[in-house]
């Protein structure tokens, strides 16, 4: 693929969603240490990076099997400021509406471009902004909005820059809304900043990226979309006693746990062949267990009646 300047142009073979930036190496001097967890992690992501969605199973495994030896730190890392880039042919929302559904066909992952065309961002700041008015309520339940903001703008089409989105999204994860729209208007802000400033620190030039840091302050990063076993790899590296638990990986116990699954994610998470996860899902949904929503290039699956 070619040179992109357009940090929407996320590069599938590289797994990276690229910032302009100096270039400039990571110091990781900047990263402090897990107090709880043998090994930290801070991830740098944004709400509409293509190649964050496209590690969401990865993600997802690295946390069921090691969940008991990792922290993971989330930050934002402020993908597209706005639209002021003309270059590599990107010069307007519209254009990264077949990119897109190119990715997405990459990455085994539903995304729907239709979004560029129809409702399109101008800009992620508005949704990071949000993220981090979640984590000042609570850190869990602003994991579960990061995704549910992602589901509605990869596979429904909002347009997450809108109140009316980041208002459900909070309403649907059980935050407080009234005080989600207080932190967003205010103190959310200056977290953002921080979060896009520690970045600079680090040279985090793209998404996703992760530092891995153990308990003696050695670091591994993990940039870009990389095979499971690259994350699983840098863990083990820092803290080879890294314990893997045995969970459970009946679709029953799957969807207790995550409210929704691609196929993808519980292909990796169930460790059944991608072939034949589809089917099953299929299989479950046709029985009444499972509800699906398909878009144009892939779908996803959630418990029938199911509520957070």
Known sequence: MQEQNNPLLCNP????????????????????????????????????????????????????EYGNNIEIEYRMGGLLPDWSYNSGGISKPSDVAHHWDKVSIYYDMPIDGNVWLEDPLP??????????????????????????????????KKNITKWEYLE??????????????????????????????????????????????NASGNTEMVYGSKPYTAFENALIKLYPEASKTNYNKTWASLFAKHHSLTAKEFSELSETPRNESEKILNDLTIKGNLEKLTTKNGSIWMLKNSTR
């Open 13 to 64: 073979e590289s797994g990276i969603c690229e910032i302009p930036s100096d270039k400039s190496t990571a110091t990781e001097s900047n990263i402090e240490k897990s107090e709880k967890k043998p090994v930290k992690i801070i991830y740098y992501t944004d709400p509409i990076c293509s190649s964050c969605w496209g590690i969401e199973p990865q993600l997802r495994k690295l946390k069921s």
């Open 123 to 156: 800009s992620s700041y508005p949704p990071s902004i949000a993220f981090k008015a979640a984590q000042m309520q609570n850190q869990e339940k602003a994991i579960l909005f990061l995704r549910e903001i992602r589901e509605m703008v990869f596979l429904q």
């Open 168 to 213: 459900l999204a909070a309403k649907n994860v059980g935050l407080n809304t009234e005080k989600f729209k207080t932190d967003y208007e205010g103190k959310a802000k200056e977290l953002f900043n921080e979060d896009l400033n520690l970045g600079r620190q680090l040279g985090v030039r793209g998404f996703p990226t992760m530092f891995f840091t």
